[in-house]
């Protein structure tokens, strides 16, 4: 049925002209699509965060189109670019028709509105960027697709006000909300690696299955689709392609050369531990 996140997902990547989704990103689907109010999606660079994440955003108008969305991105141009294809999609898709905004309600790039939502300050979907003024907005459901960026976490001064910002969420957040961050790790002491402190639940999705030192270093936020598997065949499996159909072992390994073995750990392996060691 409709009600399933994943076969959304089938009907928008056949309407983009995309393969069907893969294996890696059915079961990051069924992760947002659980009830957890907190959580933290880490794929690597690639696995199509953003794409997932408007899927994501219209699915949830689609079934509630009360719901008001914040979604927040490390810049501006980047969160316009978000409202602007979740737009796009609304007009062009037959199953998304009856939610395409009247002349009367908002339709920028910025924020706009679904025609069954009731008048309300807050538009149904609001894109901003994370540095943009956060206060008086109120939302239902705040979905962060990459907050971090290299050229905002690159002194210990960014990082904190980065942290201050994301802060900020719990305020603007409606009682009984979600909060849902999607992103790939730019930093040894990553936001993502603190906010499990704050209550939320961490997924993970690596490019290659971990070899043991990574396995330990990602524990119980492995994602189960590919901690069973490794666990079930360690030596068949370690360091092969999670999701071979887009990421193959020579792609792969071209991007490791390309990324250098720290960054290729950081961004495919979601692995923070490594840059450390090269540190000290």
Not at 63 to 69: E, G, R, S, T
Not at 190 to 205: A, F, T
Request: hydrophobic share 35%; proline share 5%; glycine share 4%.
């Amino acid at each position: 049925s409709i009600n399933d996140l994943r076969n959304f997902v089938y009907l928008i990547w056949n309407h983009i002209g995309l393969p069907n989704p893969t294996t890696i990103q059915y079961s990051i689907c069924e992760y947002l699509q659980k009830n957890d109010r907190r959580i933290i999606i880490e794929g690597y660079r690639g696995v199509g965060k953003s794409f997932l994440t408007a899927a994501y955003v219209l699915h949830s108008l689609l079934l509630d189109p009360q719901k008001n969305i914040l979604v927040v991105s490390a810049s501006k141009s980047r969160a316009d670019n978000f409202s602007t294809f979740c737009l796009r999609l609304i007009n062009e898709m037959e199953i998304l028709a009856h939610l395409k905004p009247t002349e009367e309600q908002r339709q920028s790039k910025l924020s706009f509105d679904v025609k069954p939502a009731k008048a309300a300050q807050a538009p149904s979907v609001m894109s901003l960027g994370i540095t943009s003024q956060l206060t008086g907005a109120r939302a239902d459901l705040i979905v962060c697709d990459d907050a971090e960026v290299p050229n905002n976490t690159q002194t210990h001064s960014m990082r904190e006000k980065l942290s201050e910002q994301i802060k900020e969420f719990e305020s603007i957040i409606k009682p009984n909300g979600r909060i849902v961050f999607l992103g790939t790790p730019q930093n040894q002491v990553s936001i993502y690696n603190k906010l499990p402190e704050r209550g939320y639940l961490k997924r993970v999705w690596t490019a290659r299955y971990p070899n043991e030192k990574q396995k330990a270093f990602l524990g119980d936020d492995l994602a189960p689709i590919i901690k069973d598997e490794i666990d079930k065949f360690p030596e068949k499996l370690e360091g092969k392609p999670t999701d071979p159909n887009r990421f193959g072992d020579e792609e792969l390994t071209k991007r490791e050369l390309s990324y250098g073995k720290t960054a290729f750990e950081m961004q495919f392996m979601l692995n923070t531990s490594l840059s450390d060691e090269d540190r000290f």
